[in-house]
């Protein structure tokens, strides 16, 4: 059986580290985003009783798209630093993907 390999430590910081950074953003970026689109403020809790389906519903499909993306991007740009940083790829990543 083969043992799983730990990863480095540059690694789990610069994952930690994208990753915190990019939910503070996305955050604000859809706050701001909603508001301009709205002019109201998002909904703090989409499934209270007083926030209407379709407001819930928008604002579920915007955060939650808005969410994978900076995901995505924080993952890659880690990865990308990573690599950057030692010549090689993370643990657990390949060319391919």
């Not at 915190?20 to 970026?29: D, E, H």
């Not at 995901?71 to 391919?96: C, D, F, I, V």
């Amino acid at each position: 059986m083969a043992r799983k390999q730990k990863a480095p430590l540059t690694w789990k910081l610069l994952g930690t580290g994208t990753a915190t950074v990019s939910g503070i953003a996305v955050r604000k970026l859809t706050d701001a985003a909603w508001y301009a689109a709205r002019g109201t403020t998002p909904p703090k809790n989409p499934a209270a009783p007083g926030v209407s389906w379709p407001d819930a519903l928008a604002w579920a499909a915007f955060s939650g798209l808005a969410v994978a993306a900076g995901r995505l991007l924080a993952a890659r740009g880690a990865a990308t630093a990573y690599q950057q940083l030692t010549g090689k790829l993370p643990p657990g990543l390949n060319e391919a993907g």
